[in-house]
């Protein structure tokens, strides 16, 4: 422990954890919409996974990382429309349709590596881009200030999308069909449309949620990279309450987490790695099970909507 | 019609001759090889290394004699104890089943098999039947510990491992004592990301380390590459690299690597097989031998002071030598 | 009348399966293609493979043993209402603790520590997926969620266990590390059934546990309160049942036959506790159950079905040498596709009002039927 200034690593943690903050946060917005409208989507870990290869691709042929993430949304956005066919139109149960996305989508983003890159090599992402004047004060300089682009775009995402969820029309139409389907279908919302909608937009943020791993974070491409972060994006819409703001708490609870426990074992604090690992998932659990009960959820959740069936 | 009967008959009599003749013919002359992978044949790593030395190999016996098959993403046991017992009811004469997870499985379906010889490690437990080879890491570990002791401005050298077992912990053992030896003031720092395969985690785990003052970093198995990546970002800070040559990742980064000349020792399998040994023996890989080379980066060789680089060299002989021994951990933590 | 409804019935089901897989393999030959190989050779050997020798057959078993047992967990708790992600986690945990009595005593006569073994995986299942089902009922903490984290839990918990406190002493005194239980005593192992093959008996005990499932959801008080507890938490309360306990003891079902699962891989084919054992049977067994139509006498040809399946594309990878991740990819596409066409199952009225003139009399009753089987 010597010649380490507490203070850095206390500032050494915070930053770590926002830079770890947002695949979470890109995707678990995403997944709070398709929740809302009442779809469950299980196949974020999937969508991420192509959308990594699609930002590290096209990155590494065109050179140009920004679009990169573009092709990588519309990678996504096809892929939520291909969940919204069967989970919507084919209503298929929904966390079954989303592990089978999952699957297709592992395999397929690893043969087309395979097939269109076929070695391990890395491309020139996105640079830290410290905010002029902001980076430069003492302590909330480093910790928010001197992260790449995309970071600060999902933390922009929270406010956004609570604006969105709450106070526009649109939004509306997505909590009433979340909760009472039929009643929003006799007052003329299309709420299969509406559900569309949702399961793209959510298909978008988890494909820009996956390219943010290859192109704003590891600055390349192997097998699984995801390595699980889809199905926590999940876990963390849950532990939000299908609210921006909650799931910016649990989020940031998550990533600070992982972020300590790193430091933790960088710093040499004794004690078996293995439970330094599994810190963020035990307080996840913990902090929602001690938090005031509240079983309140989109009543109309994982259930497709048929119009016949009254 | 007889006679076009009899005529019949003798064609097929030749065409089953002719067949067996070449069937016979082949079984002699070429070898046929499978290898079985935990991950992939590009993970830059691990499994790439013995995937690449067995392409080499092919290369250099001609694709006439030997043949090579790979399955690969068998991280569990289930699955690949499927590929290699398929392997093996196909006729393949060696089965290289590249991992010391594969032990239970390599040892079951061997006994089914007699006359196949299979190949396994890092492990030590060897069949009539069975080889079992290891890379003696911990000695390209040391002169890459070494490396990192002498040269750290920071006086921190840090390691982005895997999981705390097998090779890994190999590894990082004579990776620590080699920086001990050179700088016993050094901080010596290590991580484990908990994963074999997450290269993001290994690249945050990198980073952290950079940020926390270490300017020296190593790492095992494929996750590492995330690791390399990371370290490119950073003016200052280099990388040692294990298993393969991984400077193609980041050219001016990755200063030496440990690699693993794989082809040397499967083709003294072969050479074993060819005098009837197909198995009970115990591999190893080693600078003794030339199958641990030390590979400095020949665009970075001028990074590396003269004193230092000769005694790197002079440990390396001395471990060839027998004077030097790179000790092993006592059991696990 | 009926019964030759019923068999019209599921004749159009299995032909809706075989039309499903079909076109996923359509799909997949694309991918077969992009891959550089020739789809038709590759099909062949992936449909052959499974059928070639002993090997094929009994190797489809061996995946489908752990595959049933998982998939009739996820049975029980679909039915009560809940879905369980958590079985990788709770075949981790059944194995780990299973292993830790059976090496405890190795000295033991088998009658009495093998069922000991079995007894404490499913405890230990059902304990970590209980719990998930408790945190949900008294805490209000999602199933989805606390089941995720914990899977990642348990891995790493397992992986301290194995490489630590629990390794083979064998590895410590090579100095090779590999982290792996030492072998379980020789007594308790699962007898191999076929020479030559890894084919055990766990297989039978499966198929009899899905029949114990069969009776206990459909013909105990339990069981059907379950289902009730299922089908319509809201009215399952007003008929008075504690839907909440319900649907822990469902989770903990669903956590004993995962961790049972995990002990019978040990026992049968590993005879050791080691690294990556669970191989992705929490997941493909949610898939087995679907395709099983989430009953338990369906899931076992679901089982076999599905272990052909991935044992026969498994083989046709290293046939054709293409890449193995798309064995992946078409199994993912199969498991869409299956649970797309499953539309047809639920409302066989769609069908017949693209393919045929409406008949109001046979729709009306259809419909009256599909409502009573909605599960």
């Given at each position: 422990m010597q010649g380490i200034v507490i203070s850095d690593v206390i500032i050494g943690i915070l930053a770590t954890g926002v830079r770890l903050l947002a695949p979470f946060l890109f995707a678990s917005l995403g997944e709070m919409f398709c929740q809302r409208s009442g779809v469950f989507n299980l196949g974020v870990e999937g969508i991420m996974m192509m959308g990594a290869f699609v930002g590290f691709f096209v990155t590494l042929r065109l050179g140009n990382p920004y679009l990169g993430v573009v092709m990588a949304i519309l990678a996504g956005i096809v892929l939520g429309l291909l969940m919204a066919l069967i989970s919507v139109t084919m209503q298929a149960p929904q966390g079954i349709s989303g592990i089978g996305l999952h699957m297709f989508c592992w395999g397929l983003s690893g043969l087309l590596f395979r097939v269109y890159v076929g070695f391990i090599t890395s491309i020139d992402g996105f640079k830290p881009l410290p905010i002029p004047g902001l980076a430069d004060i003492p302590v909330l300089g480093p910790i928010l200030f001197q992260h790449n682009w995309m970071v600060y775009l999902s933390i922009l995402f929270v406010p956004i999308s609570w604006f969105v969820l709450f106070k526009t029309n649109w939004g509306l139409k997505v909590r009433a069909v979340g909760v009472a389907p039929q009643a929003a279908d006799t007052l003329g919302v299309n709420v299969n449309a509406v559900r569309y909608q949702c399961l793209m937009l959510g298909g978008a943020l988890a494909g820009l949620a996956g390219a943010f791993l290859t192109v704003g974070q590891a600055n390349m491409y192997a097998d699984n990279i995801t390595a699980g972060r889809g199905f926590i994006a999940v876990a963390l819409v849950y532990f939000g309450r299908w609210n921006p703001v909650g799931i910016l708490l649990g989020s940031l609870l998550f990533s600070m987490m992982n972020s300590l426990q790193l430091w933790i074992q960088v710093l040499g604090i004794n004690f078996p790695y293995e439970f330094a690992v599994i810190l963020p998932y035990v307080v996840t659990i913990a902090a929602l099970a001690v938090a005031v009960k509240n079983v309140w959820?989109?009543?109309?959740?994982g259930k497709p909507f048929r119009r016949e069936s009254i | 019609m007889k006679r076009f009967t009899k005529g019949l008959t003798a064609v097929f009599v030749l065409v089953l001759l002719v067949g067996v003749c070449v069937g016979f013919g082949e079984a002699s002359s070429k070898v046929r090889i499978a290898l079985v992978l935990a991950s992939t044949t590009d993970d830059m790593a691990w499994s790439q290394s013995m995937y690449d030395a067995l392409l080499a190999l092919q290369k250099q016996l001609g694709k006439d004699k030997m043949e090579l098959v790979v399955s690969e993403r068998l991280g569990n046991p289930v699955d690949a104890g499927a590929a290699i017992r398929q392997y093996a009811d196909q006729g393949f004469d060696i089965v290289i089943a590249?991992?010391?997870?594969?032990q239970s499985v390599v040892f079951e379906v061997a006994e089914d098999f007699p006359k196949t010889s299979f190949a396994y490690g890092s492990a030590f437990k060897t069949a009539p039947n069975v080889f079992a080879y290891e890379p003696l890491a911990q000695q390209g570990a040391y002169l890459n510990g070494l490396l990192a002791g002498y040269m750290t401005k920071t006086g921190i050298v840090a390691v982005v491992g895997p999981v705390e077992s097998g090779d890994a912990v190999k590894y990082n053992y004579g990776f620590e004592q080699g920086v001990r030896a050179a700088n016993p003031k050094a901080n010596f720092r290590i991580a484990y990301t908990g994963s074999f395969g997450d290269v993001v985690g290994a690249g945050e785990l990198a980073k952290v380390h950079m940020d926390a003052g270490a300017d020296f970093l190593t790492g095992s198995s494929q996750q590492a590459v995330g690791a390399v990546r990371a370290c490119a970002e950073r003016p200052g800070v280099y990388w040692l690299a294990t298993d393969m040559d991984q400077s193609s990742l980041a050219p001016d980064k990755v200063l030496a690597s440990q690699v693993y000349h794989w082809e040397k020792l499967v083709s003294h399998m072969l050479d074993l097989r060819a005098q009837g040994i197909i198995g009970g023996q115990h591999l190893y890989l080693s600078f003794a031998d030339g199958t641990l080379e030390f590979r400095v980066s020949p665009k970075l060789a001028d990074k590396i002071p003269a004193d230092v680089m000769s005694k790197i060299e002079k440990a390396k002989q001395e471990i060839i030598d027998g004077t030097l021994v790179i000790e092993l951990p006592k059991g696990t933590k | 009348m009926k019964k030759s409804n019923r068999l019209v019935q599921s004749l159009s089901q299995v032909a809706l399966l075989a039309g499903a897989l079909l076109l996923a393999l359509l799909v997949g030959a694309i991918l077969i293609a992009i891959a550089g190989a020739n789809p038709l050779v590759a099909y062949k050997s992936m449909f052959l493979g499974p059928f070639s020798g002993k090997f094929g057959m009994t190797e489809s078993l061996v995946k489908a043993t752990p595959l049933l047992l998982v998939g009739l967990g996820v049975v029980t708790s679909f039915r009560s209402g809940i879905l369980n992600i958590g079985g990788e986690g709770q075949m981790v945990m059944g194995a780990i603790a299973g292993a830790a009595v059976a090496l405890a005593f190795p000295k033991w006569p088998a009658v009495i520590l093998l069922p000991l073994t079995l007894i404490v995986s499913v405890l230990a299942g059902a304990v970590w997926g209980g719990f998930a089902g408790w945190l949900k009922a008294k805490l209000g903490v999602n199933e989805i969620l606390s089941t995720v984290m914990l899977n990642s839990i348990a891995l790493q918990l397992c992986l301290y266990l194995i490489r630590g406190p629990m390794i083979d002493p064998e590895e410590i005194a090579y100095g090779t590390g590999t982290p792996q239980t030492a072998q379980l005593p020789r007594q308790i192992w699962m007898a191999r059934l076929v020479k030559g093959t890894r084919f055990h008996w766990g297989f039978f005990l499966a198929v009899a546990l899905a029949f114990v499932v069969f009776i206990f959801l459909w013909r105990t008080t339990i069981g059907y309160r379950m289902r009730a507890a299922g089908e319509g938490p809201d009215a399952a309360r007003a008929a008075g049942i504690n839907v909440e306990k319900y649907q822990i003891l469902a989770m903990a079902m669903a956590g004993g036959f995962a961790g049972l699962a995990g002990m019978v891989e040990v026992l049968g084919v590993h005879r050791r506790v080691l690294e990556g054992l669970s191989a992705g049977y929490g997941f493909s067994g949610i898939v087995v159950a679907l395709f099983g139509r989430l009953h338990p006498i369906g899931a076992i040809p679901a089982a076999i079905l599905f272990g052909m399946l991935t044992l026969g594309a498994d083989m046709m990878q290293r046939a054709v040498a293409i890449p193995a991740a798309i064995v992946m990819a078409i199994q993912g596409l199969v498991v869409l596709f299956v649970v797309g066409s499953d539309i047809f199952v639920r409302h066989p009225e769609i069908w017949r009002r693209w393919f045929r003139k409406k008949d109001p009399d046979t729709l009306g009753r259809l419909e009256a039927d599909s409502a009573g089987n909605r599960n």
């Open positions: 959820a989109p009543t109309a959740l | 590249h991992g010391a997870q594969f | -």
